[in-house]
């Protein structure tokens, strides 16, 4: 269990450095404020093959300014072999689209990664077909949620009523005057990791339970101008 809580504390910290930008009222709906959704996430192990794929609703362009844009839907797809000195490509099906192309390296992480439009499927498991040389590898990635997780709605109306001097601080009539950030993660089970971005730059970021909602982790963030 503590092993665990380390990692949880380790995830939070990472995805708290992707956001160092340099009673609430109740009638505001605060979805409708998030830049950013992360809500499907699928993994993939296999002799030495690890994949992650992640679905994402992302505005474009993509900045923290407190001002929620129009969003894109995307996969993204990281992977990590046995050798990375060969050139990758992948494959797979969407809702009876095909999806891949070539793969890119990304040599501070030592891993290839994929990026497509594409919308969220619910599948338990989607195929990937791993292309190099003359061979391939085909990884089945299995669906980390187990069902029973909170909405992206219902975490933020958890998170705003456990922080309601926040939220209020930030709510002016019927509007937010800022952004959200919300992305599922995995770790033994699911939890949501959401960021708090105003146009002042300052960022509160939060870890939370998938399933009840409880905050595990709190930061705050100044950015630097």
């Known amino acids: 269990m503590k092993k665990i809580f380390i990692s949880l504390?380790?995830?939070?910290?990472?995805?708290?450095?992707?956001?160092?930008?340099?009673?609430c009222d109740t009638t505001v709906d605060y979805s409708q404020y998030v830049s950013e959704y992360r809500?499907?996430?699928?993994?993939?192990?296999?002799?030495?093959y690890s994949l992650s794929a992640f679905f994402c609703a992302r505005e474009y362009p993509y900045r923290s300014d407190g001002v929620c844009a129009q969003k894109q839907q995307t996969v993204e797809v990281y992977l990590t072999v046995p050798?990375?000195?060969k050139n990758y490509g992948i494959t797979f099906t969407l809702g009876g689209k095909e999806c891949g192309g070539d793969m890119s390296y990304d040599s501070v992480h030592t891993r290839f990664?994929?990026?497509?439009?594409?919308e969220s499927v619910p599948d338990s498991t989607i195929e990937f077909k791993i292309c190099f040389d003359e061979e391939s590898v085909t990884l089945q990635a299995k669906r980390m949620r187990e069902g029973?997780?909170?909405?992206?709605?219902?975490?933020?109306?958890?998170?705003?009523?456990?922080r309601a001097?926040?939220?209020?601080?930030?709510?002016?009539?019927?509007?937010?005057?800022?952004?959200l950030y919300v992305r599922l993660v995995y770790n033994e089970?699911?939890?949501?990791?959401?960021?708090?971005?105003?146009d002042k730059g300052m960022e509160r970021c939060f870890l939370l339970d998938a399933q009840t909602g409880e905050i595990l982790a709190e930061r705050k963030i100044s950015a630097q101008k």
């Open 165 to 179: 001097e926040l939220f209020k601080s930030m709510t002016s009539g019927k509007t937010f005057t800022g952004e």
């Open 148 to 162: 029973n997780e909170l909405s992206m709605p219902e975490i933020i109306a958890k998170l705003a009523e456990a």
């Open 9 to 23: 504390l380790c995830i939070f910290t990472a995805c708290t450095a992707l956001f160092s930008f340099g009673g």
């Open 189 to 198: 089970k699911c939890y949501y990791f959401v960021a708090v971005s105003t």
């Open 83 to 85: 050798d990375n000195t």
């Open 39 to 48: 809500s499907e996430i699928y993994i993939a192990e296999q002799n030495g």
């Open 113 to 118: 990664f994929f990026s497509q439009s594409a």
